[in-house]
């Protein structure tokens, strides 16, 4: 078996997706969090990396925890920076000292969503609010510290598990029968069993291969197609309909319609060419993916 992938944000879809990844696979995954593994409280980060680096032979770390909660982050931004910026730096420290790679996801929110077509990773970053400005910071810091960094930008990750927009609209469509959804931001669903295996893809390139310089940097990795939050919403209830989920009537509004705290970009699409180039790696369509998250996610039994 390969040595042990180190994963941060044990409770997350994506440290959950890799974790299922990693046994189908015959992968080790070792996942971390809270308290033991805290980017609040710095000695937590270096003591248990120091200790897993000690105890086990470790072939990369995979950092999935973040602060997400964007309206949240206006009134926190210091907390925000903390978990997207401080501790993501100090996670590529050890890395680097420890010679392995490091894989850090960050977000399309680095844009502002005026481009008109999707972002390619030259394109100069302008986030539009606390959040993505503190995922930006993220990536310089962790590029900045160089060894064998991978910045990973993502979009809109679904999933069974944790809280995210497929869950919101299974829920909203149980107590209701009609839906306000946004019509007129688009981006691309991504699947975390899909992220999860395009990482462990990627890994598994480089320990075949050895690192290349070309392996480092900044890549898009999202579900292949685009939609609006609408259009995921009318997808999801198509899918759930297979289960006897009557669909609620889902009324496209504008933006402007559904006020928050945080502005969002009004197209955050990404061009996922570059990793495709450079690891043979491309996400499934979003659409093809959906089904068998339904599936899971209405199959499970009530938590």
């Known amino acids: 078996m390969a040595a042990a992938v180190l994963v941060t944000g044990v409770g997350g879809q994506l440290a959950t997706a890799l974790a299922s990844a990693g046994r189908t696979a015959g992968r080790e995954i070792l996942r971390l969090g809270r ?27 995979v950092n999935a925890a973040a602060y997400t909660s964007v309206d949240a982050a206006e009134d926190d931004p210091a907390t925000a920076f903390r978990a997207n910026r401080d501790g993501p730096a100090r996670l590529a ?5 420890a010679g ?10 680095v844009f502002n969503g005026t481009k008109g077509a999707p972002y390619v990773e030259s394109d100069p970053p302008a986030p539009l609010g606390v959040y993505g400005a ?5 990536e310089e810091a962790v590029l900045a510290v160089g060894g064998r960094a991978i910045v990973l930008r993502t979009a809109w990750v679904i999933s069974p598990t944790g809280r995210n927009f497929v869950r919101t609209m299974i829920g909203a469509g149980r107590k209701t029968s ?10 691309q669903p991504t699947s975390a069993a899909d992220l999860a295996a395009a990482i462990l893809a990627v890994l598994g390139r480089i320990e ?16 292949t197609g685009e939609t ?3 259009g995921l919403a009318t997808a999801v209830f198509e899918e759930a309909a297979r289960h006897s989920i009557a669909p609620p009537e889902i009324a496209p509004i504008r933006t402007a319609d559904w006020p928050t705290r945080a502005r969002r970009p009004a197209d955050s699409r990404l061009d996922c060419g ?3 180039e450079v690891f043979g790696i491309r996400l499934p369509p979003w659409r093809e993916s959906l089904g068998p998250l339904i599936d899971e996610l209405l199959d499970a039994p009530p938590s």
């Open 178 to 187: 009609h839906l306000r959804v946004v019509a007129d931001q688009h981006g």
């Open 134 to 138: 503190s995922k930006l910071a993220g």
């Open 100 to 109: 392995i790679p490091l894989i850090h996801i960050s977000t399309d929110y």
């Open 93 to 97: 420290v050890l890395a680097a000292e």
């Open 228 to 230: 609006t939050w609408h």
């Open 35 to 61: 308290p033991e593994f805290d980017f609040d409280r710095p000695e937590t980060v270096v003591r248990t990396i120091d200790d897993w680096l000690t105890r086990r032979r470790l072939s990369a770390v």
């Open 274 to 276: 570059h990793l495709a």
């Open 208 to 223: 075949r291969e050895g690192w290349q310089a070309r392996f480092g940097g900044l890549f898009h990795a999202a579900g």
